[in-house]
């Protein structure tokens, strides 16, 4: 059942990666790649290689052998995560790492600056016409807008992952990373997120990783599913839940239901 399509106009496209710690394969010979403009969740047990894949693409991890292709031919394997980030990855991880001192707005505008500059001077420095409608478009599409000038600290839980998503796309990134963005959300947090993941999806492309299965099947149009540093199989979500391999491993069969 896995989705068979040419990578040759992939935004992401992994060749027989495999990642070693210690004699252990996080990632074994993986094969992957996605579309631009495309929501993508990936999903899979413990071990399963998950975490790992988003470490590979943003530059946290470095294969053993393989190929990490970006775009049409930048070969992201050997960079530096601040270099692939300067290229248009963009990672949300599942922990928000705001700045809670500084106000919603103040934290766009931090992100932005990493961007082009990298120092916490330019929150001082005027921002152009281009780069106030950048943040000011990003607040409406978080849903932020209301609290731009209130203490990003004070946010609910579902905020500050709406932000810290904000954060990411600010910086115009073509290809965002998310690993388990609707931990710990309340169900009107979550269905927002979703709806927010998928109206991203309709200007870059976006990379879930996620173990809430109800969540899974509301957002997803494609779903891979790794085991053991592979693929396992991939498709609609319908077809990877009815497939008797991914019950085996995944869908509560005496397993662990994420790693």
């Known amino acids: 059942m896995t989705v068979a399509a040419s990578p040759g106009g992939s935004i992401i496209y992994l060749e027989d990666v495999t990642v070693e710690y210690d004699g252990f394969k996080a990632l074994n010979g993986l094969n992957f790649f996605m579309d631009y403009k495309e929501l993508r969740v990936v999903i899979g047990p413990n071990g399963a290689g998950k975490t790992t894949l988003l470490d590979v693409i ?5 294969p053993t052998v393989g190929r990490v292709i970006f775009g049409r031919s930048t070969d992201l394997v ?15 991880f599942q922990t928000p790492s705001i700045f809670g001192n500084l106000s919603v707005r103040e934290n766009l505008e931090l992100a932005l600056a990493r961007r082009s500059k990298g120092v916490f001077a330019t929150l001082q420095a005027r921002l152009s016409g281009e780069q106030r409608d950048r943040i000011a478009s ?3 599409t978080i849903g932020l807008a209301a609290h731009a000038d209130e203490r990003a600290g004070g946010l609910s ?9 904000g ?12 690993d388990e963005p609707v931990a710990g959300m309340t ?6 997120t979703g709806r927010l993941l998928q109206g991203i999806a309709q200007e870059r492309a976006v990379l879930v990783i ?7 099947r ?24 009815s497939d008797e391999r991914v019950m085996e491993v995944y869908l509560g069969r005496g397993r662990d239901s994420d790693g």
């Open 78 to 92: 050997g960079r530096r995560e601040n270099e692939i980030a300067s290229l248009g990855v963009g990672r949300k």
């Open 138 to 140: 990003t607040l409406e």
């Open 187 to 192: 169900d009107e947090e979550t269905d927002k």
């Open 58 to 62: 943003s530059g946290k991890a470095q």
């Open 157 to 165: 839980h579902g905020e500050k992952q709406w932000l810290e998503i």
């Open 218 to 241: 509301s957002i997803a149009r494609t779903v891979t599913v790794l085991h053991e540093g592979s693929v396992l199989c991939e498709g609609p979500v319908d077809q990877v839940q």
């Open 167 to 178: 954060m990411v796309i600010v910086q115009d990134a073509e290809l965002l990373l998310v």
């Open 210 to 216: 996620e173990h809430d299965m109800e969540f899974v």
